[in-house]
């Protein structure tokens, strides 16, 4: 479903990405893991066309994304969970969520779906988003992500900062989403969390990958870790 080849990107004379490659195939989760700095938010702003590439081909279902705008390539089908949350500040929880609402090839992903995924939203669905916490805020990006009913969900960091009982509540919306065939990407550095949800990481190191494999593949190679990972 996404196919990235020796991508290369960066920012102004900063290069950040030297030829990374990696794909996605259909019904997959898929993780890009590494230290910070290493280049992952740069390759999914470069697959969300935030970030123009300098070299190398993406493309989505055999379509290739080069040129096509933010608001094109996610009309195809890819919704973002960004880092950082960007939730709306001044919109509601429920007009966060209407502002994105896209119906997709089966369209199942509607208010009271994603209300029924997070209670938490239904409560406070009248409240603007800037007086949610930030775990109630990670909940509305997902939340708003998936009303775009996308074929490709992108997470960065979606767990990042989030108290326990928070997190666990992202991780097992994850894994209802993995039972019910949904290809993702996603960049967390909890690998506990992800060893029941990724098929396969990706490690990145200075704009490459550098190792790709099963979780329990990275579990077994504690020097990887250590290395790559600095755990």
């Given at each position: 479903?996404?196919?990235?080849?020796?991508?290369?990107?960066?920012?102004?004379?900063?290069?950040?990405?030297?030829?990374?490659?990696?794909?996605?195939?259909?019904?997959?989760?898929?993780?890009?893991?590494?230290?910070?700095?290493?280049?992952k938010t740069t390759t999914i702003r470069a697959i969300m066309g935030l970030t123009r590439p300098t070299a190398g081909e993406i493309a989505f279902d055999g379509l290739p994304l080069a040129g096509l705008a933010p608001n094109a390539i996610a009309r195809l089908g890819i919704g973002l969970v960004p880092e950082g949350r960007r939730v709306f500040p001044s919109l509601t929880v429920e007009e966060?969520?209407?502002?994105?609402?896209?119906?997709?090839?089966?369209?199942?992903?509607?208010?009271?779906?994603?209300?029924d995924l997070f209670p938490r939203l239904g409560e406070r669905r009248r409240q603007s988003a800037r007086t949610l916490s930030g775990g109630e805020q990670q909940m509305l990006a997902v939340g708003r992500a998936l009303m775009t009913n996308?074929?490709?969900?992108?997470?960065?960091?979606?767990?990042?900062?989030?108290?326990?009982?928070?997190?666990?509540?992202?991780?097992?919306?994850?894994?209802?989403?993995?039972?019910?065939?949904q290809t993702i990407v996603v960049v967390d550095k909890n690998l506990a969390e992800m060893a029941s949800l990724v098929d396969r990481h990706h490690v990145v190191e200075k704009g490459r990958i550098v190792w790709a494999g099963t979780p329990t593949a990275l579990h077994d190679d504690p020097d990887l870790a250590s290395r790559y990972l600095g755990l």
């Open positions: 479903m996404l196919s990235v080849r020796d991508l290369a990107a960066g920012y102004g004379h900063a290069r950040v990405l030297f030829g990374l490659s990696f794909e996605a195939r259909a019904g997959e989760v898929v993780s890009l893991i590494g230290r910070n700095g290493m280049g966060n969520l209407i502002a994105t609402a896209r119906g997709g090839s089966a369209g199942h992903w509607t208010l009271p779906r994603v209300i996308p074929r490709l969900l992108i997470l960065d960091e979606a767990t990042e900062g989030l108290a326990p009982l928070i997190r666990a509540e992202i991780w097992r919306c994850l894994q209802m989403l993995k039972q019910a065939g």
